[in-house]
């Protein structure tokens, strides 16, 4: 059973251009949601969070939004740039903590 | 201030060995993590350590066993290794702060484990 579901397995987008990458929940126990960066032969780079309490958080050229009702989450990147292209997990944890629970990931290529 | 560091980078190991992956947590942080990412798939969790104990489990076999130290770096054994087996093994560390851990972990490098 699939909690985390990212449904865009790859995304392209051209340079200066805004990213936008989707990602929906089915726990609805999930309080915590976390957005990483992979690049290949690198581990996963923490990248924004959002506590289930806020429905916006931004940091620099990337923002997270949060619709509890619609168990959706989705990751805006403005403007893109051709190094933002890596594949982009979401990642939600309970309040237990502890473990986070992944989507398959989206392969984002911004075009120069 | 150093990351999660993870070894060793690659590792080929035969149908039926044991294994054993290191991994030392972000400075500051006291727990640790295992992951294994499968290719095209996310991260599956795997175990947690917290002051020397498994504090969480995910849904996978006796044979992944772990152990973390004083010092708080960790082990991940894996025995009797299938086929299936291979994968980027990842470790990621977090901190318990006043009783509660917080959710951000930080990922090292990877193990890629190969099982031929």
């Known amino acids: 059973d699939q909690q985390v579901k990212q449904n865009s397995p790859s995304l392209s987008v051209q340079e200066g251009r805004i990213s936008i990458l989707n990602c929906d929940y089915t726990n609805s126990m999930f309080d915590y949601f976390l957005w990483y960066k992979k690049y290949p032969a690198e581990g996963p780079t923490f990248l924004i969070s959002i506590s289930s309490i806020k429905d916006k958080n931004e940091d620099g050229r990337f923002t997270v939004f949060l619709n509890k009702s619609a168990k959706h989450l989705s990751l805006h990147i403005v403007p893109s740039q051709p190094g933002d292209s890596a594949v982009y997990f979401c990642a939600a944890t309970s309040p237990q903590g502890g473990k986070l629970i992944f989507g398959q990931g989206t392969e984002l290529s911004v075009k120069p | 201030d150093a990351g999660v560091t993870q070894s060793p980078t690659h590792l080929i190991k035969t149908r039926g060995q044991q294994v054993t992956l290191r991994c030392s947590p972000k400075?500051?942080?006291?727990?640790v993590s295992w992951y294994q990412q499968a290719l095209g798939q996310g991260p599956q969790f795997i175990f947690q350590?917290?002051?020397?104990?498994?504090?969480q489990r995910g849904n996978f076999p006796d044979r992944f066993s772990g152990h973390q130290f004083p010092n708080y770096s960790s082990e991940l054994n894996v025995n009797a290794l299938l086929l299936g087996d291979s994968a980027l093994y990842l470790c990621?560390?977090?901190?318990?702060?006043?009783?509660?851990?917080?959710?951000?972990?930080?990922f090292g490098p990877g193990t890629r484990l190969t099982v031929l």
């Open positions: 350590y917290y002051e020397e104990e498994e504090r």
């Open positions: 400075s500051g942080h006291d727990t």
């Open positions: 990621a560390s977090s901190l318990v702060y006043s009783g509660h851990l917080t959710d951000t972990q930080y």
